[in-house]
């Protein structure tokens, strides 16, 4: 329960997210951020069970941390974190699948894979297809940053739901959540592109998240980081900035709310114009004073 947001606009990524957390059928919103840079130019925001994206994160944080330590000079790319993830992803199910399954028949994984050459066929059959049916709790997440390809820094976005891979870098913003339908739909409707100056990007997007508030379990609080547009640059946006742009959020919605007021009255005012001009011999049966009611 909750909605994140991440959107490219001239040469940087734009990641908004509240606090609400999930964690089994209990809902909060603590006083930290879910957005988590994973690099200086990487970060990750996730929906869905918060004990089990913490065990994929962990994993994942300890590759990276690896992986730069043994080669600081090589940036990593977007798409490899977020496929890292997934395989993260994977593990984690199945290690579940291995207490579950593989567990109570006196096995683990490694003895079943060495094996499984030996045992019946139906009965191989029957334990891989309950491992692969394992079930674990819904997470989605996107992880998206700037990296360099070619030798330029570019931004880009990926969606991990429930270990399958996402490029949304096509359509430049992504979303996930309950509130992630009502933020798209802001998007969708603005006919958004990557090339938007940063200035609306990020209006839209912090308007796409407020008006997803309305969904249920998405936080009213709103963290906003901004990467690039240099590789190595990110920056969580500071109070002041953020309550400017709140202003012009609700300058906006004021200005809408007296448009749809004035919409409304005058729609009316048409109706009623053209209920006068009605003859009476027109008017609905059920309006007529004559006539019996029989039936």
């Known amino acids: 329960m909750t909605v994140c947001i991440a959107a490219r606009s001239e040469g940087i990524i734009l990641l908004l997210s509240d606090r609400m957390i999930t964690a089994g059928d209990i809902e909060f919103e603590p006083p930290t951020r879910k957005i988590t840079m994973l690099t200086s130019s990487i970060g990750m925001m996730y929906s ?6 913490a065990e994929i994160a962990q994993d994942l944080m300890t590759d990276i941390q690896e992986r730069i330590r043994d080669d600081p000079q090589n940036w990593l790319k977007v798409r490899d974190v977020a496929n890292w993830y997934a395989k993260y992803w994977a593990e984690a199910k199945f290690r579940r699948a291995e ?4 567990a109570p028949l006196g096995i683990t994984r490694k003895t079943f894979l060495e094996q499984v050459g030996r045992l019946e066929p139906k009965i191989a059959d029957k334990i891989t297809e309950a491992m692969g049916a394992q079930s674990v709790p819904g997470i989605e997440v996107i992880i998206a940053g700037v990296d360099l390809r070619f030798g330029t820094p570019a931004p880009s976005i990926y969606h991990v ?3 399958y891979l996402i490029c949304a870098d096509q359509a430049a913003f992504a979303a996930i959540g ?11 409707l603005a006919k958004y592109s990557g090339a938007v100056p940063n200035g609306e990007a990020l209006l839209l997007a912090y308007s796409a998240k407020r008006d997803a508030e309305v969904a249920p379990g998405v936080g009213t609080e709103t963290d906003i980081v901004a990467i690039g547009a240099a590789i190595g640059m990110s920056l969580e946006l500071p109070e002041p900035l953020k309550s400017k742009i709140e202003t012009e959020y609700q300058k906006i919605r004021a200005k809408d709310e007296l448009v749809r007021r004035k919409g409304r009255a005058e729609v009316a005012r048409y109706l ?3 209920a006068k001009n009605i003859p009476q011999s027109q008017q609905p049966i059920m309006n007529s004073s004559s006539g019996d009611a029989t039936g």
């Open 272 to 274: 009623d114009e053209l």
């Open 99 to 102: 207490i579950e399954v593989l």
């Open 161 to 163: 739901a429930d270990g």
């Open 48 to 53: 869905g069970d918060s004990a089990l994206h």
């Open 178 to 188: 309950t509130g992630a339908r009502h933020a798209e739909s802001q998007f969708m």
